[in-house]
Nanobody, 121 residues
């Protein structure tokens, strides 16, 4: 059984910064990709950023230049550094890991519980 646990959300003023962390745990053989989605009230869940085992990154257009995703492979951890936060970044942020678990035949996505980011003055 594998799982992800996210942390680092909170309340921040516009223009501020936050750093989210997500740790994958369990009987993991290999992690191909980790990343973050977010869901604002009344909206669908959208991809924010992702990073592969080869360090290939992908960002949603509105966060390019403000958010940076990174990964510590030795710790099975992904980070999302969020700078110049704006009210429209307010959402629940969900992390995921696309991984191969021991005993599994294919890679599957495992999700964290979500962490709330509120940007408000």
């Amino acid at each position: 059984m594998c799982s992800c646990r996210a942390s680092g959300g909170g309340l921040v003023q516009p223009g501020g910064s936050l750093r989210l962390s997500c740790v994958a745990s369990g009987k993991i053989l290999s992690i191909y990709q980790m990343g973050w989605y977010r869901q604002a009230p009344g909206k669908q869940r959208d991809l924010v950023a992702s990073i592969t085992s080869g360090a290939v990154t992908n960002y949603e257009d509105s966060v390019k230049g403000r958010f940076t995703i990174s990964r510590d492979a030795a710790k099975d951890t992904v980070y999302l550094q969020m700078n110049s936060l704006q009210p429209e970044d307010t959402a629940v942020y969900y992390c995921y890991a696309r991984l191969l678990a021991q005993g599994a035949y294919s890679y599957m996505d495992y999700w964290g519980q979500g962490t709330l980011v509120t940007v408000s003055s």
